[in-house]
């Protein structure tokens, strides 16, 4: 090839990239998956993009108005996302948050009151000089763009230096709210009573504590304590039947829980567990099973590492109705559980093929499932159009 047809090809390369760089996100993301029509064990749905924008997507709620709220847990932002245009406006005014590799904003929640009393929900990070860190939750509310009011409902107890195991999903129910506080890496606090790790905490939405939380009276509890035994629970969701409190919690290498919260019951960490050490070897005495522990409903081994976790409750897809939704970062799918009485009795995993950290899932008002992606994505599934 001569000089000028090198130079030539050089200058056609140069453009081609010039346009790529140029072209609209949106364009990008959906070559990505342009069969973008899915067909599971029991319904046909359709994965569309709402926005690439997001780094690490940890939490996501909806306003009344559809516009959604996004956490994102490294940067320490809470975003509006508008779902139809995709426009993401940036939050102001946010608390100070400890940021980190594991840590910064969590969760948000948006109360089930909220066009009476506009109270919004933060779950975040917070640290000390020595820089040692813990768990805030604040309510606040939201003006324009920018936050106002905030409230500090709860501060976990005791700090650490350790940046793992926060937990930190947030639930209203009944003006209720629970949340929960992971294990921290410290598992002789775990079955300890008088810290709030590795513990399911209940308080009225107002932050105060309710007069019948099961430890209020035990000598040198933490009164707000619901329920322990818990390692690092990242998802939450209400039964819609029963009302009850399901979670699913990390195990170490194998043993990731589902469980039915009850107050004042031990979940069993570390003394009970189906997972082994990273290292490999068992956890403690190896143990499975102990009087006055609770069981998982249903267990994955080899672990998924589950996150976010929603029942399915809408219209759009009937054949989904009542079953369960959480994302797999590990395993890299969509999880789904179908129950019968209470037991899970079949498992389907779901978007194996795009490879993608599920971090939230989450159904939204419309009735489509959303996905919050560490890869920076926020998807919806929804019925295929006709």
Known sequence: MGTLERNNSQIWICLVLLLTACQPVEQVVERAFPENIIESGVVKFQLDTISDAFFVPFGMDWLPDGRMLVTERPEGKLSLLDPTTGVVEEICNLPPVHRRKYVGMMDVLVHPDYEENGWIYLAYTVGRADSATTTAIDRVKLNGSCLEDRQRLFLAQPYYKRGDHYGCRMLIREDYL?????????????????????????????????????????????????????????????????????????????????????????????????????????????????????????????????????????????????DIFLGAMAGRHLNRLVLEGGEVVEEERLLEDFHWRIRCVKQGPDGALYLAIDQGLILRLRTVAD
């Open 178 to 322: 629970f949340f929960s506080i992971g294990d921290r890496l410290t598992r002789d606090s775990v079955q300890s009573l008088s810290t709030h790790n590795g513990k399911i905490i209940r308080l009225h939405d107002d932050g105060r504590i309710p007069s019948d939380n099961p430890f209020l009276h035990h000598p040198h509890a933490r009164p707000e304590i619901w329920s322990y035994g818990h390692r690092n629970q990242q998802g939450m969701d209400f039964h819609p039947l029963t009302g009850e409190l399901w979670i699913h919690e990390h195990g170490p290498k194998g043993g990731d829980e589902i469980n039915i919260v009850r107050p004042g019951r031990n979940y069993g960490w570390p003394i009970i567990t189906y997972g082994d050490e990273y290292e490999g070897g068992p956890v403690g005495e190896g143990w499975t099973y102990k009087d006055g522990m609770e069981q998982p409903i249903y267990h994955y081994t080899p672990s998924i590492a589950p996150s976010g976790m929603t029942f399915y409750t809408a219209d759009q897809f009937p054949e989904w109705k009542g």
